[in-house]
């Protein structure tokens, strides 16, 4: 709280700096805030000078309600006033960074990286790209990673996720991603099972595995990630125990679809390295895993079909709709693998991202409408969906259907026998569900409040 706001001006420096005490009455805390706003439109970057005085040299206290004036105000400041004063606005950016480059509590970095992207210049990509460097050295990714420190783990992620909006704007992959995948990934099993880490990781390799742009990277990331998939695609059972249907191996499915999809997206850029006896061993794992997918499929369309659209709304059947957009995606990607050869061509909205509707076309009964009226109605066709038989083929052998195989067919024993009573497998898809679970920049739990 505060107790009182003083300006002091000093002519030459032309600055004002801010004295802010503390206070416990709620309405001297509003004449301060419309003290401070009235300030902020007289001198936009004095005002700013004397709060981040406060944030970067003041007491913990003054620091706290410093940070939350910004937050609480910022959001209708910087369109009115910011936008208009681009020397303001680089001050504001400038304090910005020196606050994420020294020690940050999690509350004060989320408030920074909601505010700078409301930013005019932050459309300039060398912004982007040097805002994108200060999170990268606020998260270590030039320290060793320590798989068993989960404050050092939550703060990795925090800051990933919050850089991802920097790396979809244009800025550079290249150092998050080859820590994740050459530091992060092989020592996996090491990191705590609390708090989905394990899949939050995986989860922000893939969205960044999609924009790669320098390729001399995929090299080292392709090969940890087909690596740890064949961890998560185990072999099919030589022998299974009738009499005990938990005893086959317990399939993490929403690990599974981050690393197919991480797969994809590098392989992409490097063809060649799926071939030959690492292609037929990938695709041994693959038909075993589709067919187990396809059975857990099938039992999370049977629990769905029967709930009402209100009841799925709650948590414990929303996860089971976000499972079956999981196994999907699975199916998805697996059929990608099995063309000869492989063309990574098939495109996939991951599980946990939020899709956005796509601009409606004209309706078949418009078009037509729309067709008659000009003299030119046409009848509507479609065309088969096909797949290639080789990359060798061409001229007439290129529109033959490839032959009828059915990989995904329920094997024999106990996945064909009693499926209402199955258990259904696949811890990845267990509790929160397609959340992004901990992290995310709210640092809630061990570390939360304090400085890293």
């Known amino acids: ?4 706001a003083t300006m002091r001006s000093n002519r030459e420096k032309n600055q004002e700096k801010i004295r ?107 912004v ?39 790396y979809q704007r244009g800025a550079s992959v290249v150092t998050p991603l080859l820590y994740l995948c050459t530091s992060v990934l092989p020592a996996l099993d090491k990191i705590p099972e609390e708090g989905e880490m394990r899949l939050n990781l995986l989860r922000l390799t893939a969205e960044m595995s999609c924009l790669v742009v320098d390729k001399s990277i995929v090299d080292e990331c392709v090969v940890p990630i087909y690596d740890l998939l064949l961890v998560y695609c185990p072999a099919a059972p030589e022998t299974v125990d009738e009499e005990k249907p938990g005893s086959g191996p317990n399939l993490q499915f929403s690990f599974a679809e981050c690393l197919l999809y991480s797969l994809q997206q590098f392989s992409s850029h490097l063809p060649d390295f799926l071939s030959g006896e690492r292609l037929k061993v990938l695709r041994q794992r693959l038909q075993y895993f589709a ?48 063309r000869t050869p492989p063309t990574y061509k098939v495109t996939v909205t991951p599980s946990w991202i939020a899709k956005t509707p796509p601009v409606k076309a004209p309706t078949a009964r418009v078009a037509s ?19 290639e038989k080789s990359s060798e083929a061409n001229g007439a052998a290129k529109k033959k259907a490839r032959p009828s195989t059915d990989l995904y067919a329920p094997p024999g024993g106990r996945f064909s026998k009693d499926i209402g009573d199955a258990p ?10 397609g959340r992004r679970g901990r992290g995310g920049g709210n640092f809630r739990g061990r570390g939360w409040g304090r400085r890293w």
């Open 1 to 4: 709280a505060y107790s009182a």
């Open 20 to 126: 802010i005490f503390l206070l416990e009455d709620d309405s001297e805390l509003r004449v301060v805030r419309e003290a401070l706003i009235s300030l902020f439109k007289l001198s936009a970057k004095g005002t700013l000078s004397g709060v981040f005085s406060q944030i970067l040299s003041g007491e913990e206290n003054a620091r706290e309600q410093a940070v939350k004036f910004l937050k609480t105000t910022m959001p209708q400041l910087i369109p009115q006033f910011l936008q208009k004063n681009e020397e303001a606005e680089m001050f504001f950016l400038s304090e910005a960074k020196k606050v994420l480059s020294n020690e940050v509590a999690g509350q004060e970095f989320d408030v920074f990286m909601n505010l700078i992207p409301t930013l005019k210049i932050f459309r300039k990509p060398e």
């Open 128 to 166: 982007v790209q040097d805002l994108a460097e200060v999170v990268a050295k606020q998260a270590g990714l030039t320290e060793d990673f320590q798989p068993g420190e989960g404050d050092h783990i939550h703060k990795l992620i925090a800051c990933l996720k919050a850089a991802l909006p920097l």
């Open 291 to 338: 067919r187990c997918c396809q059975l857990y499929t099938t039992q999370l369309k049977a629990a769905i079909r029967v709930k009402t659209a209100e009841q799925l709304k709650k948590p414990e059947n929303h996860v089971k709709v976000v499972a079956l957009k999981t196994t999907s995606n699975i199916g998805v990607l697996i059929k990608d693998f099995f």
């Open 369 to 387: 409408a729309a067709a008659a009226a000009n003299g030119k109605a046409t009848k509507r066709s479609i065309s088969p969906i096909q797949f």
């Open 424 to 433: 259904i497998q696949g811890a990845g898809l267990r509790g929160r569900g």
